[in-house]
């Protein structure tokens, strides 16, 4: 089951990356990074979309990453957010550039209190009231090297 979870959080956030701001920066032209952190809450409600999609780089569009995905449910609803920097409340922490985002879980202080209904619309065409709850993970940008 969690193993689950985990594969759909994951699913979500690539879906995710595809619709983030980016920036160019070194490592020559095509190079697509990242820059953000994002707060992610597990939304349910959501009706499959059942659409048949391909994933492709951002950078070279011919290029197929994942043919024939079928898109289900939407599982995670992710706002981008600044972080205060630990050391210095009143300053903002800085992401750093990547090319992927990084997500930690976080414990949210105090009464979680009862879970809000969002009205949704997105790029697949749905407009969807879902059950949105309490804060689960926060994601920034990162770099990968191989």
Known sequence: ????IVL???AVIGFLVLS???AQAGGGPGVTLLNGWFE???ISG??????VISIRDVDDFSTVIRAAVRVGSAVLACRQVQVADPS???AALQPSLGDRLKCYTI??????GNADFLTFVDAFGR???LRVFAPQFLCTSAQTTQ
């Open 46 to 51: 959501s009706a499959p979309v059942g659409d």
């Open 40 to 42: 992610c809450q597990a």
């Open 8 to 10: 759909r959080v994951v």
């Open 127 to 129: 407009q969807e009231n």
């Open 1 to 4: 089951m969690k193993a689950k």
């Open 88 to 90: 210095n409340a009143t």
């Open 107 to 112: 414990a949210v202080q105090g009464s979680k």
């Open 20 to 22: 983030v701001t980016v």
